[in-house]
């Protein structure tokens, strides 16, 4: 995963949990669960990221000498 990749994530993940806590303190359970699903997809995308960095050292590891 490159860095430019981590940064984005991880920014969609903490604009997601700002959201959240936000939509909970102003009783907003809209812009809540918007934070919550942002935060969602930012996983699935840190996962999916994950799975290729795993598969390229499983690879690397195979076709090293």
Do not use: R
């Amino acid at each position: 995963m490159s860095f430019a990749d981590k940064a984005k994530n991880k920014a969609e993940e903490l604009a997601g949990k700002v959201k959240e806590k936000t939509g909970a303190v102003a009783g907003n359970e809209d812009l809540e669960a918007d934070g919550q699903a942002d935060q969602a997809k930012a996983g699935v995308k840190q996962g999916g990221e994950h799975l290729k960095d795993v598969a390229g050292d499983a690879k690397n590891s195979f076709t090293k000498d």
